[in-house]
């Protein structure tokens, strides 16, 4: 390695100086590959400023010195310049050397036709002297003709296209940006609709020529071919315009660029025209809310005015199926993008702005999940208020709703509702009579009970008419009327009336009708999914006849026909198996839940009772619930002589006893019966139950004190336990004892006494 700037200097010319006298032979424009140029600035002005040479390097030094058109005075900025496009020139010829070796001589013919083939040939001069390439440049040359002939007569067909021309060098050719273009467009075809359909066929002028490369360089960068490529500055000043949106009608505007000179010339005027186009909003507030399908809620969305003016802005609404806040990058291009756009172009329409017929504005709200009261609201600056907005779903889903407080002179302001639709609630099941079915009035929930292994085939019944359906397109109908119909109906009783629910559903449900209306005839077809589908098995599709009869009043909805629909369910252990049984449509769905329990196989139980007449024994039955919800258990009995309470609750997680109480009114043998349903489960324990009444034990023990040859009475209580008056039989015991002799004890029979109930 050398040491100094002067040597280091010296070798880095003469290592240049080979590199150029290669160059020079295989085609690189001779008026720039110099040695000079391709050498550090600081280390070529201390070249310049007499450091000692080499002969031949002085020599060359002198004779580019003393030519005129070489003599250049190299400043900072030119010099720079001028070594670019030496490097350049060179980091070309490395290309050549290193990369177009390796280009294959394969037959191009083959890929073309021979139309265009000929075309070519008839077109292709003999290439420039000045342009020395090898057979590699060429081929790659006669490839990218090829390319520009067919991509001028096919993708820019309709536009004219490009002037036919033949393509010799790699620079000149290159710089109006039309030859990359075909090229890219060949093997990228929808680049065309996306970029190069905006390009000047024809450039006359710098900018056209410079404009053209820019949409070249955006679609290198959509291909994700980043050269990271920069457009130089032009000689003309850029000028930034600043627009501030307000409004979501798009605005134009002329922008004019008069020159003028200190000279007092009149110079050229650019006229440019300036339109906004709206492709994203920005929501001023977003609102998220859930409802069950049928079911209306009340959105209740913060609004206020935050624009410098008051106002009285139109409140509209506008549905959609995406979310209109993300860009249309991120969303996938379908024909939501053009319903959007569509609805927006709409809206901002003079049209739309000047239109508040009632009529018209209630045909859109019935096709709509949303519906506003208000048409109108004023609002101060900086004024906060709040806008209901009605949601009614009729499938589940994610649809958002942009309400759009419209003011043509102040402004415009935009809020997104995000409301889901969740399935309905599920409606009451009713079934043929079985004995594995049991049903609670409380709840909707259709309930089967079976034995482990027991397989239980039942028949569900499905109403033709769906009454939460009915029940939502009769309140949807009443929101689409005008006021003074709104009157009519109120004064004859016939806002819920089956004209209002057939306009509803013509409204909501017009393209189903017309695309079904020949597979109606049939009935409607109903999809049927079950959530636990290895325990109950059901058919995949229903159909539910279409009720012609449409003067039905809302009150009958209930009481029509049903459809039969076979239910088989089996499982092989103990538990409660809760199930979604989903019937779905075009038109409507249908939730029903179906509830089975599973007991073991019934043991009965045996309880023995021994107790004394007139005393009573107790038994507690431990009744242990180990699940989430709270049992009532109801006890039915019978037998003489049981008692206990009729109801008991047991709350989840939780161990109670219930009391079972023998008390025998008599010296007997009692058989009895106890049985404790659980409503919420329809389990039954049933036990067997049998009662022994022993000899009854003394009620009483009386003493008595008498003298001899006196007489004593006294008073016994002789109780009654049984509900009726009893005649009891005496019976009297005497013992006398004189001095050491026993006497044994005489029996008296006393005469029959009457004891009153209860004494």
Not at 302 to 324: D, Q
Not at 432 to 446: A, E, G, L, Q
Not at 672 to 700: Q, T, Y
């Amino acid at each position: 390695m050398c040491s100094g700037c002067k040597e280091r200097s010296f070798v880095t010319s003469d290592q240049h100086s080979c590199l150029t006298s290669r160059s020079l032979n295989t085609g690189v424009p001779c008026s720039l590959n110099t040695g000079d140029v391709s050498v550090l600035y600081t280390n070529e002005i201390e070249w310049i400023n007499g450091c000692p040479l080499p002969t031949h390097l002085y020599t060359l030094l002198l004779l580019q010195l003393n030519e005129e058109e070489n003599s250049f005075d190299y400043s900072c900025v030119d010099y720079e310049s001028l070594s670019k496009r030496s490097w350049t020139d060179v980091l070309l010829q490395i290309y050549k050397v290193l990369v177009l070796s390796r280009v294959s001589q394969s037959n191009m013919n083959n890929s073309f036709d021979h139309k265009i083939i000929d075309e070519i040939l008839q077109f292709s001069p003999q290439s420039l002297p000045s342009n020395i390439y090898s057979c590699r440049e060429l081929q790659l040359l006669s490839w990218v003709n090829m390319h520009y002939q067919s991509s001028r007569e096919t993708l820019w067909k309709k536009d004219g296209g490009p002037l036919a021309r033949w393509i010799v060098n790699f620079d000149l050719d290159f710089k109006d940006g039309l030859v990359l273009a075909a090229l890219l467009a060949a093997y990228c075809p929808y680049l065309m609709h996306s970029h190069f359909r905006r390009i000047y066929m024809r450039p006359s002028s710098t900018e056209q020529t410079t404009h053209n490369n820019i949409i070249v360089c955006q679609a290198l960068t959509t291909l994700n071919l980043n050269f990271d490529i920069q457009v130089e500055h032009m000689s003309s000043a850029g000028l930034t315009i600043l627009y501030h949106c307000s409004f979501i009608q798009p605005k134009e505007a002329y922008l004019l660029l008069v020159s003028s000179s200190p000279f007092g010339l009149q110079g050229s005027t650019l006229a440019f025209k300036l339109t906004t186009c709206i492709n994203r909003i920005t929501s001023t507030n977003i609102v998220k809310c859930k409802s069950s399908c049928y079911q209306m809620k009340v959105i209740q969305v913060p609004i206020s005015n935050a624009l410098n003016k008051e106002a009285t802005f139109r409140v509209m609404l506008v549905e959609s199926e995406f979310n209109p806040l993300e860009s249309i990058e991120k969303r996938k291009p379908g024909v939501h993008d053009v319903t959007f756009k569509a609805n927006i172009e709409k809206m901002a329409s003079d049209k739309s702005y000047r239109e508040i017929d009632d009529k018209n504005s209630a045909i859109s709200n019935e096709a709509s999940d949303f519906h506003s009261a208000v048409r109108s609201i004023f609002l101060t600056s900086e004024q906060e208020d709040t806008l209901n907005i009605h949601y009614l779903p009729f499938f589940p889903g994610t649809k958002y709703c942009s309400v759009l407080l419209v003011c043509p002179e102040v402004g415009d302001m935009v809020y997104v509702i995000k409301a889901t639709g969740e399935l309905p609630l599920p409606s009451t099941l009713t079934a043929r009579p079985s004995k594995n079915i049991f049903m609670v009035d409380s709840t909707s929930v259709f309930r089967l009970q079976c034995e482990i292994g027991q397989v239980c085939e039942e028949v569900v019944q499905v109403p033709e008419i769906n009454s939460a359906w009915e029940n939502a397109l009769a309140i949807w109908g009443q929101y689409g009327m005008s006021a003074e119909e709104q009157r009519r109906r109120t004064l004859t009783h016939s806002l819920d009336s089956s004209s209002v629910r057939a306009k509803a559903a013509t409204h909501k449900l017009l393209k189903q009708i017309i695309s079904l209306r020949n597979e109606l005839r049939n009935g409607i077809e109903y999809k049927v999914e079950v959530s636990l589908p290895q325990y109950y098995v059901l058919p995949s599709v229903v159909y539910i006849p279409v009720n012609k009869d449409t003067g039905i009043p809302q009150q009958s909805l209930a009481d029509r026909c049903c459809v039969d629909i076979p239910l088989q369910f089996q499982a092989d252990c103990v538990g409660q198996f809760r199930c979604q049984l989903v019937l779905s449509s075009c038109f409507d769905i249908r939730v029903y839940e179906i509830e089975a329990i599973v007991t073991a196989q019934k043991e009965t139980i045996h309880l023995n009772f021994n107790s004394a007449v007139h005393h009573s024994v107790t038994q507690d039955i431990p009744l242990c619930n180990e699940t989430q919800r709270d049992w009532k258990i109801q006890a039915v009995m019978c037998g003489e002589g049981f008692s206990g309470p009729k109801f008991v609750n047991v709350p989840s997680g939780t161990k109670t006893f219930y009391p079972l109480t023998f008390h025998p009114l008599a010296q007997c043998v009692v058989m009895g019966k106890l049985a404790l349903n659980n409503e919420c489960n329809g389990n039954v324990s049933v036990f067997i139950l049998r009662g022994v009444g022993e000899h009854p034990l003394p009620e009483d023990h009386a003493m008595l004190h008498c003298p001899v040859g006196q007489t004593t009475h006294t008073q016994l209580n002789v109780p009654n336990y049984s509900q009726k008056k009893l005649t009891v039989k005496l019976v009297g015991e005497f013992w006398y004892q004189l001095h050491l002799y026993a006497l044994p004890p005489p029996v008296l029979i006393l005469p029959q006494i009457y004891c009153p109930l209860g004494k």
